[in-house]
């Protein structure tokens, strides 16, 4: 179900674009999300592609807790470990996913918003 064409993250990761990196192993790379929907805004990819989460998961429990500590590790670079934090995963078309290589938000920063139906919520 992978995609072949390559996606944006991966020119990202082999630093062909640009990005405002935060924290990077072996297997992941965190950066700046280009349009922050919070004051913290940072984006977990793994270095190897897998289209969504649900794809990672079956493929590599291993590399999907590589993504979840490098989101913690993301809190406590940025200093939001303790004030809270979301970690979101879209997933396909009505999660309103776009990059088809599998990334985790990290959100916080200040006092998020609900969120669920279009519309809906603060
Ligand atoms: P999603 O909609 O869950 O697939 O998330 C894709 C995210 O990538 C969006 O929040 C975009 O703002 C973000 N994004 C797109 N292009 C870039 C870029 N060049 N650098 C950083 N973030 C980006």
């Known amino acids: 179900m992978s995609d072949v064409a390559e996606t944006l993250f991966e020119r990202i990761i ?3 674009i640009p990005a405002d990196v935060v924290y990077e192993t072996e297997t992941v790379l ?3 999300d280009i349009n922050a929907q919070a004051r913290v805004h940072v984006l977990v990819v ?3 592609r ?3 989460v649900a794809e990672l998961a079956a493929a590599d429990a291993g590399l999907l807790g ?3 500590l490098a ?3 993301v809190a406590e670079i940025e200093g939001i470990s303790e004030s809270g934090y979301r970690v979101v995963f879209n997933t396909e078309g009505d999660a309103g996913q776009t990059v088809f290589h599998v990334h985790a938000h ?3 920063g200040e006092q ?3 969120f669920g139906r279009h519309g809906a919520g603060a």
Do not use: I
Request: aromatic share 12%.
């Open 50 to 52: 897998y289209r969504n």
């Open 71 to 73: 989101a913690k590790a």
């Open 106 to 108: 990290v959100l916080g």
């Open 46 to 48: 793994p270095k190897t």
């Open 112 to 114: 998020l918003g609900f």
């Open 30 to 32: 965190a950066f700046r």
């Open 14 to 16: 082999a630093r062909e």
């Open 66 to 68: 590589d993504v979840v």
